[in-house]
């Protein structure tokens, strides 16, 4: 099975690091995807969400304010200004985080759209 290694790290820390089957990033020109074997590249990225598919076919999402992705045929490196990953064990610790995450994008973005795309991926996660 092809795989990625994917890392995001802040200033106050590794947010997540593993294997992953693809990623989704929020790039400064919009979305973009990377599967194993990508073409080396390095982005700057926006606020919004990173879509990270693990290799269970499971996903978990991360809430980014800003950074850079930095990715090559086998890795991806994310480094993020502030960074909230959206999930937990119950309800509350789930709701936390997606408040969490609507603050942080909320908080350093200067674009409408980009809150406004990022703001509904999240609630829809809520949702989901």
Known sequence: MDILK?????????IFSDD???VTLPGAEGEF?????HASLV????????????????????AVNW???KVDESSV???????VA??????????SSLNS?????ESMSDSDVAIATARAKIESIARG
């Open 86 to 95: 959206i999930g937990g064990d119950s309800e509350s610790a789930i709701a």
């Open 101 to 105: 995450a609507k603050k942080l994008i």
């Open 6 to 14: 994917l890392e995001i790290v802040t200033p106050e820390g590794q």
């Open 43 to 62: 982005s700057l990225l926006q606020a919004g969400v990173i879509d990270i598919e693990l290799t269970t076919g499971k996903h978990e999402i991360v």
């Open 77 to 83: 490196t994310v480094l993020a200004d502030g960074a």
């Open 20 to 22: 992953i089957k693809n």
């Open 67 to 69: 950074g850079h992705a």
């Open 33 to 37: 995807g990377v599967y194993p074997g």
